[in-house]
């Protein structure tokens, strides 16, 4: 477990380095394909976590909403919409386009997230 | 009511009619019981020990009705398992109330789902009540899933556009606004300019001298931000009210009792009579807030309110389930 914390700041310090001189794109790709494990979103006290989530193309990102009251994930930009979500309750969307992609609850919008598609 | 009484305001550094400590009071109230009256503006509150001093004059009006709100019915959880038993017991307290309310306003969080089923549980417990008119505005949870369609074609008769709506009622204007529709990412509650537009004409007419009730589910208020607690364009439905002497806005959302004055205008929430909410940043997040289940009915409630002819005075009394 150690080891795998050193490694990711590793890498995170490499992309830092090498973004910084401009050559970063292929780096970029290798950090964002050891995040792409998780997919969850977990809705817990009015917020969304990870509030930003970075995923490669093609990931399934499931939402599951565990709080004593309903909520929903809708694409800011209309590209994705849940049914109102009760507790315990899931929304799943696949992204298959690379890019940016904000979210929020539609019925308490000051609960904002968003999903980087890379 | 001697200006020297211990529990009106003294201090208004604020110049807007209530003090830090009057302020404290109202929120400390919150569940326990109160009576704010506003007169010329300037509010007055008493703690309801106080009623038995003061003559019926000042607590009952020519008019009087009562706001309910957040019912959430088909809520289920550790909060109130029971909605519908506190929701009855809502009507029980309506029902005994010595002034009887002429009708009834509902300001929103009727159900809890937009299920119809959580609608007809709703309509018919409310139907055991004396009062027999009551007038909506939807609640963000009322408004799931069709955008409002639902809660349109079943308390939406005669109302404009997203179901915004007036009627007068003994001299007095009752304004029924809704702010729950189209929420953008980040923000608030909105209005929407076709609301404010109606809404601007719809009050152009109207003497200055009338008492204006404006009643909406989320605060036209900002009462906490951060937990959405306010109305992105309130500002602007408030300029079009300012020529009034006597505005009251009342409020549901938060499921707990505050109130504030600014110049001309009493704004106020009423308690749920589902379950209760944390006061604005006391917790992590504005979810149900479990109380032991002996306390529950001390923390939900309903609004009375009466209205003086010519007194240009609304008196607002929360009472508890308990």
């Given at each position: 477990m150690r080891r795998s914390v050193s490694i990711a700041v590793l890498t995170m310090t490499l992309v830092v380095g090498l973004g910084a001189i401009g050559i970063g794109q292929r780096s970029v790709l290798a950090s964002a394909q050891q995040k792409a494990e998780t997919t969850e979103v977990k809705i817990d006290n009015f917020s969304f976590g990870p509030g930003t989530l970075t995923v490669p193309a093609g990931t399934t990102v499931t939402w599951t909403n565990r709080d004593d009251i309903p909520h929903t994930v809708v694409s800011t930009d209309g590209v994705f919409k849940s049914k109102v979500l009760d507790t315990d309750e899931k929304f799943s969307f696949t992204f298959s386009k690379t890019g940016t992609y904000p979210y929020f609850c539609s019925i308490h919008p000051k609960m904002t997230g968003k999903v980087i598609v890379q | 009511m001697a200006g020297t009484a211990k529990d009106e305001i003294q201090y208004d550094h604020n110049h807007d009619g209530i003090d830090r400590r009057g302020f404290l009071k109202c929120m400390a109230w919150a569940g326990t019981g109160a009576l704010c009256v506003m007169s010329g503006g300037v509010l007055k509150s008493y703690s309801l020990s106080r009623l038995p001093e003061m003559s019926s004059k000042e607590t009952m009006g020519e008019?009087?009705?009562?706001?309910?709100?957040?019912?959430?019915?088909?809520?289920?959880?550790?909060?109130?398992?029971?909605?519908?038993?506190?929701?009855?017991?809502?009507?029980?307290?309506?029902?005994?109330?010595?002034?009887?309310?002429?009708?009834?306003?509902?300001?929103?969080?009727?159900?809890?789902?937009?299920?119809?089923?959580?609608?007809?549980?709703?309509?018919?417990?409310?139907?055991?009540?004396?009062?027999q008119d009551v007038f909506y505005v939807p609640g963000e949870h009322d408004v799931l899933n069709d955008d409002g369609k639902q809660f349109l074609e079943r308390y939406g008769k005669g109302s404009k556009g997203g179901g915004w709506y007036s009627f007068d009622k003994k001299g007095a204007h009752f304004i029924g606004l809704v702010n729950v529709m189209n929420l953008k990412a980040g923000g608030l509650g909105t209005l929407g300019h076709e609301q404010l537009e109606w809404l601007e004409d719809d009050v152009k007419h109207l003497k200055h001298s009338t008492p204006v009730v404006v009643f909406a589910h989320i605060p036209l208020w900002s009462v906490y931000p951060e937990w959405g607690w306010g109305t992105e364009d309130s500002a602007q439905a408030l300029a079009y009210l300012k020529k009034f002497g006597s505005v009251t806005v009342l409020n549901g959302h938060i499921h707990q009792t505050m109130q504030k004055v600014e110049g001309n205008v009493t704004f106020h929430t009423a308690a749920s009579t589902a379950f209760p909410q944390p006061q604005p940043g006391k917790a992590d997040s504005p979810g149900p807030m479990k109380v032991p289940a002996e306390q529950l009915k001390s923390v939900l409630g309903i609004t009375d309110v009466n209205y003086v002819q010519g007194q240009h005075a609304l008196a607002v009394v929360d009472s508890t389930l308990a």
């Open positions: - | 008019l009087s009705f009562v706001q309910i709100s957040d019912s959430h019915m088909g809520f289920n959880k550790p909060a109130n398992p029971d909605v519908a038993g506190t929701l009855k017991a809502a009507v029980v307290k309506i029902n005994a109330l010595s002034a009887a309310p002429e009708f009834m306003l509902h300001t929103g969080d009727i159900s809890h789902l937009s299920k119809p089923e959580e609608f007809d549980t709703v309509d018919q417990i409310l139907k055991s009540a004396k009062p």
